[in-house]
């Protein structure tokens, strides 16, 4: 393919909404003088795209509560793909245990999925009906165990034969689900098996399950509900989740549709920058290559966390505080950033935590605040609202021709039926110049809007033209998103 440079011109980063052209090329060159006077460090920073597409990026997820039907509009001007939430109440958290005999296991799901929550299967309902009218695909996951499935050892072990009760269960609910028609697209069979806080299953007695589940499902007419896994807690925490992936015997790799991994793997450093994610990748993504280079892979749950830096400015979100990180602008661009690291690495959809506080939660990780705390977006909300106005679905992922390895910069480059986006954060403090080289197209139509706390959005027409050369630079205000669309 043909390789035309993009100019993006200097102005176009600071152009004010609302202006007429030449009122717009006046304030932005007041702007661009008043940072040149006021000295602020700019380091430039190359980012070359080739022509190659790594994976497929399927969309955008949240994790949401089924009950929280209040926030379903809000929700849809994020754009979701997924929905990743809960099948039903917390079965482990009832007083009823769960019984064994499948006929008595239907009348259990039945009586009490209202369990805590009288309304729980109206709201649902209400729920599973917005994800079907607007092609929202749901992820079903059970978070907590049963406990008397588990056995009285530190990593609270399944005891044995309770990955056949637990498959018996998901068979059932997913009866429930169907003969209430709300449409279940994906099933990810237990929440961080390898840690002993929901049930630990060994990775062996894992992967015989989920050739199991598969089993199963297809026989109760389920073949079209996928299965996700194995749905650790990180990336690459102590190595856990490439031992996982290194040892899954053929028979339950074909059973599952894509792999899945959840992104925490910042709580357990006290570095501040985006390389922690990227680096986290290396080691699971060349295991997936060995194993199967063609399946997705899903990250059902990240977010970015802060409670063990020693420079954290602000309390985690995991904690109970007024205000936590998750209040701040800083946070919602690193969050972004974030994102744009798990598609650029291999993530074919990336699943946030999550679209709302609940009230009663003392924790703060939600794009919306609880009703008790007012029920107002978080900063991450309308981060996430520009970036997924621009990101396409089904999209191609361009590979960088290096390695973006940097502190605070983040891009992803997505081309589908000859649109082109290329989406860029700046996670950092500093203004930031980037030379920025992308495969053709046609520029004439190309448009740069931002998100940046410091310059007003801007989305004006591109143009490339007396460019001769190969590369051209833009300017990042700190905290900011920038896209750039164009036509092939």
């Not at 430039?44 to 209040?70: C, M, N, W």
């Not at 028979?251 to 992104?263: C, D, T, V």
């Not at 995991?318 to 946070?331: G, N």
């Not at 089904?394 to 973006?404: D, F, L, Q, S, T």
Request: hydrophobic share 40%.
């Amino acid at each position: 393919m043909r390789r035309v440079a993009l100019l993006i011109p200097l102005m176009l980063s600071f152009c004010q909404p609302g202006h007429e052209l030449n009122d717009t090329i006046r304030d932005c060159s007041t702007f661009v003088e008043s940072v040149t006077k006021d000295n602020i460090p700019v380091r430039p920073f190359a980012i070359k795209f080739s022509s190659e597409v790594s994976h497929r990026y399927l969309g955008f997820g949240l994790s949401v509560y089924g009950q929280e039907t209040r926030y379903l509009d809000r929700m849809l001007e994020l754009k979701p793909a997924f929905v990743r939430l809960e099948a039903g109440p917390s079965w482990a958290s009832l007083e009823q245990q769960v019984p064994d005999d499948p006929a008595m296991l239907k009348e259990h799901i039945a009586a009490h999925f209202n369990e805590q929550d009288p309304g729980r299967l109206q709201k649902f309902k209400e729920s599973f009906a917005f994800f079907k009218e607007h092609n929202i695909r749901v992820i079903l996951i059970i978070y907590q165990q049963p406990y008397h499935w588990l056995q009285n050892d530190y990593m609270k072990t399944f005891k044995p034969g309770a990955e056949k009760k637990l498959v018996r269960l998901w068979v059932a609910l997913l009866e429930y689900f169907r003969s209430h028609d709300m449409q279940v697209d994906y099933v990810e069979l237990a929440n961080e098996p390898e840690g002993n806080w929901n049930g630990h299953i060994p990775a062996k007695r894992y992967f015989d399950m989920v050739v199991d589940a598969r089993k199963s499902f297809d026989a109760a007419g389920f073949s079209h509900v996928r299965i996700l896994g194995p749905g650790l807690s990180s990336l690459d925490l102590e190595g856990i989740p490439t031992r996982w992936i290194q040892s899954m015997p053929p028979g339950a790799e074909r059973s599952i549709y894509a792999f899945s991994l959840h992104a925490w793997d910042e709580v357990l450093t006290d570095s501040d920058n985006l390389n922690v994610m990227r680096n986290a990748w290396k080691s699971p993504k060349a295991a997936f290559r060995k194993i199967n280079p063609e399946k997705l892979v899903f990250i059902t749950e990240y977010a970015r966390e802060v409670s063990r830096r020693r420079d954290a400015k602000y309390y985690s979100p995991a904690k109970s505080a007024l205000f936590t990180a998750s209040d701040t602008h800083e946070f919602a661009i690193q969050f972004v950033a974030n994102t744009l690291i798990h598609i650029n690495q291999g993530a074919s959809a990336p699943v946030a935590w999550r679209l709302s506080d609940l009230n009663g939660d003392p924790s703060s990780w939600g794009l919306i605040r609880s009703p008790e705390r007012g029920g107002s977006n978080r900063p991450a909300f309308e981060a996430f609202k520009f970036l997924n106005q621009h990101l396409m679905e089904n999209a191609g992922v361009w590979k960088p021709a290096n390695p973006i390895q940097d502190d605070t910069i983040a891009a992803v480059l997505l081309n589908r039926d000859g649109q082109f986006v290329l989406a860029v954060a700046n996670a950092g403090a500093d203004y930031r110049d980037l030379d920025i080289e992308v495969p053709s197209g046609d520029t004439g139509d190309a448009q740069w809007s931002l998100f940046s706390e410091k310059v007003p959005d801007c989305t004006e027409e591109f143009s490339d033209a007396n460019n001769s050369e190969s590369t051209h630079r833009i300017r990042m205000p700190p905290f900011s998103i920038g896209v750039l669309r164009w036509s092939e």
